[in-house]
């Protein structure tokens, strides 16, 4: 009897971001990052949970698996997996995971159905493979890639060592053929021991060296993004430049002494740095977009192309996404809502599908909502536990983006949980906190109570499609929040709570055909309020990923000022004895985990 299905498992292995992704004959069927299962925001190690995720998803098992492609940018996988054998690297294998990892099928597999590829070459499935183009240019911009010595594809000779590392790849492609114009290398730094990346000079990795000056986390490239604006122009020096098409970027020198020490004492707010880092968030910012504009003209010039595509962690920067869309002169421009290095599971498994098994396009990657679904017993499991259920009232609404749409407007702040998840760092209104953005203080308000984040850290609107060019300025869809558009000036007043302090946002276009429920939403709130726009922003809290399970959406309401909660149809309350109840459940929650972790060690 024939296979039902093809089915093509893709991973990103070993090192921040780990995830999967299911393709069921060609297509996505699931994917998510192992984050979202494990609590770990940017979980490494092992990846036996998301393929497990995948199959039971899909109600498979790895034997029906056709064809496994893998990536990790440290090392090629067989290469890293020999190496864990013998080294203890708790941060790519923590010590918990050495004997499920040492047991597993993938683990250093010799099958001939199990793959391994360079770092750019996923990104660039991910972005191409998966876009409405049949024909285009493709940039692929991040901190770092493989070595030189370990890419798997053919690109143009040049005179880089075979230690340099990926940093700028750039492609064009026909179909399913892809070709490389140009690599950008960025080769090996002096420096201490375990820090060359933190010196290596590359646009990618600068950005990255800048969010650790600023906030002492290498990955916070997104609030230096959010902090770029309240920063005095040209009060530092230019950190990297276009010399002849080739990227200048110098040492730091003793100008910049104020690096954030995440030890201290003294919290990042209170710091009387605060103004310089500022100043280095608006520099970094605007060398950022200069040298990406610069890119991206020079790809269209060298083209002829259309259609643009953009994957890699840069791609997240969306107020640089949102000038080349704008000023680089493609008709069209495409990214990843996956761009960073979870979407590299879509590009493994793309590549296996089309490059090695020979099959053609056939996908598009219209929305991001690509997690399992939750059936309404499990919603119901997850609500009617007795420590829930003696501090909530749970009711069925018949309609849900109504009764919603009127304690919006009442200025609640609501959990929206529906349907599947959503792939990437972007809540798409899935697994959302939404509010009204009628009220500038509703961001302050949400920071108090649920977020808990820096106060200069902007929220993020959704609105209907059809309305967008009314309140945005720009022609540019932007379905999957990566692109930074200026709020009308007839609107800014109107939708304070939404708007930067440079009069930007960063915008999410809701179509009915991609998630009927939160269009259904936002047309019932424009109903009451004759305002087609909702804030949105991520479903967890400061340093926690984004919620996956009812369970998790349930916790997350329960221990913070989220008024009400919305799991598919049911609208679930907090009750008069959710103040003295909820206090008792964390203190046994906290005294069950120490149990459990004495008894793991």
Not at 220 to 243: I, N, T
Not at 291 to 312: D, F, S
Request: proline share 6%.
């Amino acid at each position: 009897m024939p296979k039902a299905h093809t089915y093509v498992l893709g991973l990103n292995t070993y090192d921040h971001d780990v995830s999967a992704c299911l393709l069921r004959d060609g297509a996505i069927a699931v994917a998510i990052a192992k984050e979202r299962i494990t609590r770990e925001k940017h979980a490494s190690g092992f990846y036996k949970e998301v393929i497990d995720y995948c199959l039971n998803a899909e109600g498979i098992t790895l034997d029906d698996v056709d064809l496994v492609v893998r990536n990790c940018y440290i090392l090629p996988v067989p290469e890293m997996e020999e190496r864990l054998v013998y080294q203890d690297m708790p941060g790519f294998l923590p010590e918990p995971e050495r004997a499920t990892a040492t047991a597993h099928p993938l683990f250093q597999s010799a099958s001939a159905k199990v793959v391994s590829i360079s770092h750019h070459l996923a990104h660039a499935f991910s972005a191409f493979a998966a876009s409405p183009f049949d024909e285009g240019a493709i940039m692929i911009v991040d901190g770092v890639g493989s070595y030189k010595s370990d890419v798997s594809e053919p690109y143009p000779a040049d005179a880089a060592g075979p230690l340099a590392r990926e940093s700028e790849s750039y492609y064009t492609f026909r179909g399913r053929e892809l070709t490389c114009l140009k690599k950008v290398w960025m080769e090996p730094e002096r420096g201490f021991l375990s820090d060359e990346f933190y010196n290596m000079r590359g646009l990618g990795a600068l950005y990255s060296r800048a969010s650790t000056y600023v906030f002492g986390d290498w990955n916070k490239c997104g609030e230096l993004m959010g902090l770029a604006p309240y920063g005095r122009p040209e009060r530092v020096r230019s950190l990297m430049q276009l010399r002849d098409g080739a990227l200048e970027v110098p040492p730091w020198t003793r100008d910049l002494d104020h690096p954030f020490v995440l030890d201290s004492d003294q919290s990042w707010e209170k710091s009387p740095h605060v103004s310089h880092w500022e100043d280095v968030a608006w520099r970094v910012q605007d060398d950022t977009e200069k040298v990406l504009l610069a890119r991206a003209n020079w790809l269209r010039e060298t083209t002829g192309a259309k259609n643009l595509c953009i994957a890699g962690g840069v791609a997240l920067n969306c107020v640089a996404n949102g000038r080349i869309a704008r000023e680089a002169g493609f008709d069209n421009v495409w990214i990843q809502p996956a761009a960073g290095d979870d979407g590299i599971a879509i590009g493994c498994a793309l590549y296996g599908h089309i490059a090695l098994l020979q099959q053609p396009r056939a996908y598009v990657m219209e929305h991001a909502y690509t997690g399992r679904p939750y059936s309404d017993a499990e919603i119901d499991a997850a609500i009617q536990r007795p420590l829930i259920s003696v501090q909530t009232k749970a009711t069925r609404s018949a309609d849900i983006a109504a009764d919603t749409a009127k304690l919006l407007a009442e200025q609640k702040v609501i959990g929206w949980f529906q349907g599947r998840s959503e792939f990437g760092p972007r809540a798409l209104g899935n697994r959302s906190l939404i509010a009204d953005p009628r009220r500038a203080e509703m961001k302050d308000i949400l920071n108090k109570r649920v977020k808990h984040r820096q106060a200069f850290r902007p929220f993020a609107p959704i609105v209907l499609y059809e309305r967008a060019r009314e309140v945005f300025e720009g022609e540019e869809d932007s379905p999957f929040m990566l692109i930074a558009k200026r709020v009308r000036p007839e609107w800014r007043d109107r939708i304070p709570a939404i708007v930067h302090v440079d009069g930007t946002a960063r915008v999410q276009t809701v179509r009915e055909q991609t998630n009927p429920e939160l269009y259904r939403l936002l047309k019932a709130f424009e109903a009451l309020t004759g305002v087609p726009v909702l804030l949105n922003t991520s479903f967890n809290v400061k340093g926690e990923p984004i919620v996956e399970t009812p369970r998790d959406a349930v916790a997350c309401f329960l221990t913070t000022g989220i008024d009400h909660l919305v799991l598919h149809d049911r609208l679930v309350s907090k009750n008069a004895l959710h103040p003295v109840v909820n206090p008792l459940v964390e203190i046994y929650s906290d005294v069950a985990s120490i149990v459990v972790s004495s008894m793991r060690s």
